[in-house]
């Protein structure tokens, strides 16, 4: 076989990877445009699309349409594309960087750093909310989850380091150990709540794009965007991980450099995802598993792909949990593990039976 | 010329290798020999700037490497250890292209991905999944990278480092490798090769460092082996066989 | 109490579900301008019992998920939880007035039914008898029907003082402990400044668990040393609790309670709603521990029962 025959399936190989793109950022798109036009109120399509022109050259529409268009659908379009696409780029990052493909981003401990954050604001911190105007009060809780958030992932780190470089089981170990710790504190926090903070609580822990405000989705933006800037770059280096981390440095990976970007730019993301909707299990850990299982685990096509799948994911999700049970609506995480879990359970029966079929 | 000059190392607190000396010229091929544990690893990952020594230096033409980043070392020395069996569905391709460097041009990479390919006899195989492929196909794929990398950095002479490459290898494979080795040689690299076959390193290498407890015992061309040495560093008793049988390598 | 004033006075110059403007300030301060009433979305279980006893049901077109009774207001449309109610579901019955029980939220859902001009009540919560009172009052004055709401009020109010008429002096008083829920480590028991201990005060019953404020998982020892004569527990739906099970846990065995096998069980809502039947509910609660004491004759009322 000639050189030039190689090089003509590679580029096959490309026309078929932007392929892939298109079609993944055609699906969001779709999402999208079906979360701001599908809802317990029946608005036709046209009317969204003068509602949203409207909206956009500043001749506003008022009324009940106009308010359920811009202030309910669009916000949460928009969050839930901000958090589904950051949150499923984590997943796929941690999954790169631990080599293992059921990592999931609440293993560098944002999620359970989070968790005890959010409780402490709603037990303790409440109180301190309304002492203050509301638009602040509210952001009392994006901000403590935020900052938890990135707190324990940060400790993780630091004391996962040995001797200069960061050990992934030690940081796995380590992360086991501090969410048994962070359990105990909700725990005892949990212990002096009230019922109603209680209850707030445990909603909040299943994730919701309800309450989606601009306000909100002016917090995780700048941290989503950043994330997904920075994360192609990290493409080549998880690549190299695969083959172990002595070869990825040979081959010319800062390996230190990338585990380090890599966590702070998961918690980070991750950290303000949790922040604005609360804990919404399973995109970051499915998502990018699903994806890899279609296109392939090379890193520079799965982070794109990824990140346009779990803004398709989410969006989704969250048009069925605020439109099969209207008027009310089910907790975002509930879908998201309903539909998850048995579908990676059918993903994980298919490939165990196909192995054993060879 | 790689240079290692007074290569000390220590590992969890115990001096593993002391006061070594190393040098590779472009166009020749170095091997390293000597018993398990003798630290010929340790030299090899020195001189790759994979580990800092206590004490020594290691410089490519003239330059301490001490400071230099991870890409710094990749744009002049390539490392071929023991594969790894790898859990991701990566192609041949993909693993090849991880030699070169992101900034590449895609033709560019493309050229010297099925380039590679093509001189390991693997270039059919670029689409295949690593996984799918033998033992032996696996390890040229990974040679094949090697030489990507190589080739993607011209300018410069560049260093091939070959750790204990033919470990588990039938001789086919070995024979691969061993040409490998010399080919990159020709064209003008320098080659360290650690290997634990005495006969192999003789055959194919300009220079032999032979290394015990952690210190060189012996420095010279292949001739300079004799069974009194051999027995000495190994520990059992060597003698000249007048038929041997290995691969022509040629 | 100063709130419940200004909105009561407020709310008198009302007339009628016409469409006629007037102002309303709520639980939490808001002012709010109520035109049209006759498509309601209730929230909190005694808002909607009041609206079914004033019988303006044919007014709602939702209500949330503690609106249990009577029975048929299950059939409404639902719009979930009071905390994490969701604007485009609630706009989506085309409300023209939502009255929810205070604590209702998120208050970002809330600025959306504003934004969408449609008006939203946050009710204020009773802590006591004249808090019912005012509660019903302040419902009825808000949809318009300020007479009949003096008629109901005026009727609860009789029933609560009757309650109170029979309460045993305080040094005769019977302690008891409300238990939320047997599940998990201890029992959920109930505090001060909960609803439940509101009910006992009604009642004339201590609250055995004194020292603690809302509910709290007590350990057994807790329990025991708080040497209740009776157990209170809430019935759900079709399961009620059974007393052998109750006094054979290591929380109640060894109690007076367990003693006497004093164990009264009543529905949650009708409980500690504190709602229309509240009086109705402090007489059940008062003949289940002190059955050695005249009952409190407070009489059916046609909204204490679940006709039709």
């Given at each position: 076989?000639?050189?030039?025959?190689?090089?003509?399936?590679?580029?096959?190989?490309?026309?078929?990877?932007?392929?892939?793109?298109?079609?993944?950022?055609?699906?969001?798109?779709?999402?999208?445009?079906?979360?701001?036009?599908?809802?317990?109120?029946?608005?036709?399509?046209?009317?969204?699309?003068?509602?949203?022109?409207?909206?956009?050259?500043?001749?506003?529409?008022?009324?009940?349409?106009?308010?359920?268009?811009?202030?309910?659908?669009?916000?949460?379009?928009?969050?839930?594309?901000?958090?589904?696409?950051?949150?499923?780029?984590a997943?796929?990052?941690m999954?790169?960087?631990?080599?293992?493909?059921?990592a999931d981003p609440g293993v560098v401990g944002v999620s359970s750093g989070a968790g005890l954050a959010a409780a402490l604001w709603?037990?303790?911190?409440?109180?301190?909310?309304?002492?203050?105007?509301?638009?602040?009060?509210?952001?009392?809780?994006?901000?403590s989850a935020f900052a938890g958030g990135l707190i324990v992932s940060a400790t993780l780190h630091?004391l996962?380091?040995?001797?200069?470089?960061?050990?992934?089981?030690?940081l796995l170990l380590a992360g086991i150990a501090i969410g048994a710790f962070t359990s105990a504190g909700v725990g005892v926090l949990v212990?002096?709540?009230?019922?109603?903070?209680?209850?707030?609580f445990?909603?909040w822990t299943?994730g919701?794009?309800?309450?989606?405000?601009?306000?909100?989705?002016?917090?995780?933006?700048?941290?989503?965007?950043?994330?997904?800037?920075?994360?192609?770059?990290?493409?080549?280096?998880?690549?190299?991980?695969?083959?172990?981390?002595?070869?990825?440095?040979?081959?010319?990976?800062?390996?230190?450099?990338?585990?380090?970007?890599?966590v702070?730019?998961v918690a980070?993301?991750v950290g303000?995802s949790v922040a604005?909707?609360g804990v919404v299990g399973?995109?970051g850990?499915?998502?990018?598993?699903?994806?890899?299982?279609?296109?392939?685990?090379?890193?520079?096509?799965?982070?794109?792909?990824?990140?346009?799948?779990?803004?398709?994911?989410?969006?989704?999700?969250?048009?069925?949990?605020?439109?099969?049970?209207?008027?009310?609506?089910?907790?975002?995480?509930?879908?998201?593990?309903?539909?998850?879990?048995?579908?990676?359970?059918?993903?994980?029966?298919?490939?165990?039976?196909?192995?054993?079929?060879? | 010329?790689?240079?290692?000059?007074?290569?000390?190392?220590?590992?969890?607190?115990?001096?593993?290798?002391?006061?070594?000396?190393?040098?590779?010229?472009?166009?020749?091929?170095?091997?390293?020999?000597?018993?398990?544990?003798?630290?010929?690893?340790?030299?090899?990952?020195?001189?790759?700037?994979?580990?800092?020594?206590?004490?020594?230096?290691?410089?490519?033409?003239?330059?301490?490497?001490?400071?230099?980043?991870?890409?710094?070392?990749?744009?002049?020395?390539?490392?071929?250890?023991?594969?790894?069996?790898?859990?991701?569905?990566?192609?041949?391709?993909?693993?090849?292209?991880?030699?070169?460097?992101?900034?590449?041009?895609?033709?560019?990479?493309?050229?010297?991905?099925?380039?590679?390919?093509?001189?390991?006899?693997?270039?059919?195989?670029?689409?295949?999944?690593?996984?799918?492929?033998?033992?032996?196909?696996?390890?040229?794929?990974?040679?094949?990278?090697?030489?990507?990398?190589?080739?993607?950095?011209?300018?410069?002479?560049?260093?091939?480092?070959?750790?204990?490459?033919?470990?588990?290898?039938?001789?086919?494979?070995?024979?691969?490798?061993?040409?490998?080795?010399?080919?990159?040689?020709?064209?003008?690299?320098?080659?360290?090769?650690?290997?634990?076959?005495?006969?192999?390193?003789?055959?194919?290498?300009?220079?032999?460092?032979?290394?015990?407890?952690?210190?060189?015992?012996?420095?010279?061309?292949?001739?300079?082996?004799?069974?009194?040495?051999?027995?000495?560093?190994?520990?059992?008793?060597?003698?000249?066989?007048?038929?041997?049988?290995?691969?022509?390598?040629? | 109490?100063?709130?419940?004033?200004?909105?009561?006075?407020?709310?008198?110059?009302?007339?009628?579900?016409?469409?006629?403007?007037?102002?309303?300030?709520?639980?939490?301060?808001?002012?709010?301008?109520?035109?049209?009433?006759?498509?309601?979305?209730?929230?909190?279980?005694?808002?909607?019992?009041?609206?079914?006893?004033?019988?303006?049901?044919?007014?709602?077109?939702?209500?949330?998920?503690?609106?249990?009774?009577?029975?048929?207001?299950?059939?409404?449309?639902?719009?979930?939880?009071?905390?994490?109610?969701?604007?485009?579901?609630?706009?989506?019955?085309?409300?023209?007035?939502?009255?929810?029980?205070?604590?209702?939220?998120?208050?970002?859902?809330?600025?959306?039914?504003?934004?969408?001009?449609?008006?939203?009540?946050?009710?204020?919560?009773?802590?006591?008898?004249?808090?019912?009172?005012?509660?019903?009052?302040?419902?009825?004055?808000?949809?318009?029907?300020?007479?009949?709401?003096?008629?109901?009020?005026?009727?609860?109010?009789?029933?609560?003082?009757?309650?109170?008429?029979?309460?045993?002096?305080?040094?005769?008083?019977?302690?008891?402990?409300?238990?939320?829920?047997?599940?998990?480590?201890?029992?959920?028991?109930?505090?001060?400044?909960?609803?439940?201990?509101?009910?006992?005060?009604?009642?004339?019953?201590?609250?055995?668990?004194?020292?603690?404020?809302?509910?709290?998982?007590?350990?057994?020892?807790?329990?025991?040393?708080?040497?209740?004569?009776?157990?209170?527990?809430?019935?759900?739906?079709?399961?009620?609790?059974?007393?052998?099970?109750?006094?054979?846990?290591?929380?109640?065995?060894?109690?007076?309670?367990?003693?006497?096998?004093?164990?009264?069980?009543?529905?949650?809502?009708?409980?500690?709603?504190?709602?229309?039947?509240?009086?109705?509910?402090?007489?059940?609660?008062?003949?289940?521990?002190?059955?050695?004491?005249?009952?409190?004759?407070?009489?059916?009322?046609?909204?204490?029962?679940?006709?039709?």
């Amino acid at each position: 076989m000639t050189t030039a025959v190689a090089g003509a399936s590679m580029t096959q190989r490309r026309t078929r990877d932007f392929a892939a793109i298109g079609i993944a950022a055609a699906l969001a798109v779709t999402a999208a445009m079906a979360s701001l036009v599908i809802g317990p109120i029946a608005i036709p399509p046209q009317r969204v699309a003068a509602i949203l022109f409207g909206f956009l050259d500043g001749t506003a529409t008022a009324g009940r349409d106009a308010v359920v268009v811009l202030d309910v659908r669009l916000p949460r379009t928009v969050l839930g594309v901000l958090v589904g696409a950051s949150t499923a780029l984590a997943g796929a990052v941690m999954q790169g960087l631990f080599r293992n493909p059921l990592a999931d981003p609440g293993v560098v401990g944002v999620s359970s750093g989070a968790g005890l954050a959010a409780a402490l604001w709603f037990i303790l911190g409440a109180g301190l909310g309304n002492l203050v105007p509301w638009n602040l009060g509210t952001l009392g809780l994006p901000l403590s989850a935020f900052a938890g958030g990135l707190i324990v992932s940060a400790t993780l780190h630091l004391l996962s380091r040995r001797e200069g470089q960061t050990s992934a089981t030690l940081l796995l170990l380590a992360g086991i150990a501090i969410g048994a710790f962070t359990s105990a504190g909700v725990g005892v926090l949990v212990f002096i709540a009230s019922e109603q903070q209680l209850r707030e609580f445990t909603f909040w822990t299943l994730g919701s794009l309800g309450g989606a405000t601009s306000t909100k989705i002016a917090l995780v933006l700048p941290f989503a965007l950043a994330f997904m800037a920075v994360a192609p770059r990290l493409a080549r280096g998880l690549d190299a991980l695969a083959l172990g981390e002595a070869e990825a440095f040979h081959l010319g990976i800062d390996v230190e450099r990338l585990k380090r970007v890599a966590v702070i730019g998961v918690a980070a993301a991750v950290g303000a995802s949790v922040a604005v909707s609360g804990v919404v299990g399973f995109v970051g850990l499915i998502t990018p598993h699903v994806v890899r299982l279609v296109i392939g685990p090379a890193h520079r096509l799965l982070l794109p792909v990824t990140a346009l799948a779990g803004a398709t994911f989410l969006v989704t999700a969250d048009i069925v949990a605020r439109t099969i049970a209207a008027p009310s609506e089910i907790p975002l995480g509930v879908i998201t593990a309903g539909v998850g879990a048995p579908f990676m359970l059918w993903l994980l029966l298919r490939q165990g039976l196909a192995q054993q079929l060879r | 010329m790689l240079e290692a000059r007074g290569i000390s190392v220590q590992l969890s607190g115990r001096e593993v290798l002391t006061d070594a000396d190393l040098t590779i010229a472009p166009g020749r091929i170095v091997v390293l020999i000597g018993p398990n544990g003798a630290g010929k690893s340790t030299l090899l990952r020195a001189a790759a700037g994979a580990l800092k020594p206590v004490r020594g230096t290691v410089t490519i033409d003239g330059k301490n490497i001490s400071g230099w980043s991870a890409a710094m070392l990749a744009a002049r020395r390539a490392v071929l250890a023991q594969s790894v069996t790898l859990t991701m569905a990566y192609t041949a391709g993909e693993i090849v292209r991880l030699g070169v460097p992101v900034s590449m041009r895609n033709h560019e990479v493309d050229t010297i991905v099925g380039e590679a390919l093509a001189a390991v006899e693997m270039a059919h195989a670029a689409e295949r999944l690593i996984s799918a492929l033998s033992g032996g196909e696996q390890q040229r794929v990974h040679a094949a990278r090697v030489l990507a990398q190589i080739a993607a950095h011209r300018g410069p002479t560049q260093y091939l480092l070959l750790d204990e490459p033919t470990t588990h290898l039938d001789p086919a494979q070995q024979r691969t490798v061993l040409q490998l080795a010399r080919r990159v040689a020709a064209s003008g690299a320098g080659v360290l090769a650690v290997l634990h076959d005495v006969n192999v390193a003789a055959a194919i290498a300009d220079e032999i460092v032979v290394l015990s407890n952690g210190r060189v015992v012996e420095r010279g061309s292949p001739a300079a082996l004799t069974p009194e040495l051999l027995g000495r560093v190994y520990g059992v008793p060597f003698h000249i066989a007048e038929s041997a049988m290995m691969p022509n390598l040629a | 109490m100063f709130r419940l004033a200004l909105a009561l006075s407020a709310a008198l110059f009302a007339t009628g579900a016409a469409a006629e403007q007037r102002t309303i300030v709520d639980a939490a301060g808001r002012s709010v301008p109520i035109a049209d009433t006759s498509r309601i979305v209730a929230i909190g279980g005694a808002v909607t019992e009041i609206l079914y006893a004033l019988r303006l049901e044919d007014r709602i077109v939702a209500v949330d998920l503690t609106s249990d009774f009577p029975e048929r207001a299950q059939q409404k449309a639902s719009v979930g939880y009071m905390r994490t109610l969701s604007p485009e579901g609630v706009l989506s019955v085309a409300p023209s007035l939502v009255l929810a029980i205070e604590g209702s939220g998120p208050k970002e859902a809330i600025d959306v039914l504003e934004k969408a001009s449609v008006p939203f009540v946050l009710v204020p919560e009773a802590h006591d008898a004249a808090g019912v009172v005012a509660k019903i009052r302040f419902v009825a004055d808000v949809v318009g029907e300020h007479e009949k709401g003096k008629a109901l009020a005026n009727a609860v109010a009789a029933d609560l003082a009757t309650v109170a008429a029979s309460r045993p002096p305080q040094d005769q008083r019977r302690k008891a402990i409300f238990v939320l829920s047997m599940a998990g480590g201890g029992p959920m028991v109930a505090g001060e400044g909960t609803s439940a201990a509101d009910v006992f005060a009604l009642a004339g019953v201590q609250n055995a668990l004194t020292g603690v404020t809302g509910y709290k998982a007590a350990n057994e020892e807790a329990s025991m040393q708080a040497m209740p004569d009776a157990v209170v527990m809430m019935s759900r739906g079709e399961h009620v609790a059974n007393a052998d099970e109750v006094f054979a846990s290591a929380a109640f065995a060894g109690t007076p309670a367990a003693h006497d096998k004093r164990l009264v069980v009543l529905p949650g809502e009708y409980l500690l709603g504190l709602g229309p039947r509240t009086a109705q509910a402090a007489r059940d609660l008062f003949v289940g521990i002190y059955p050695d004491r005249p009952p409190p004759a407070v009489p059916e009322r046609p909204w204490s029962t679940d006709t039709e």
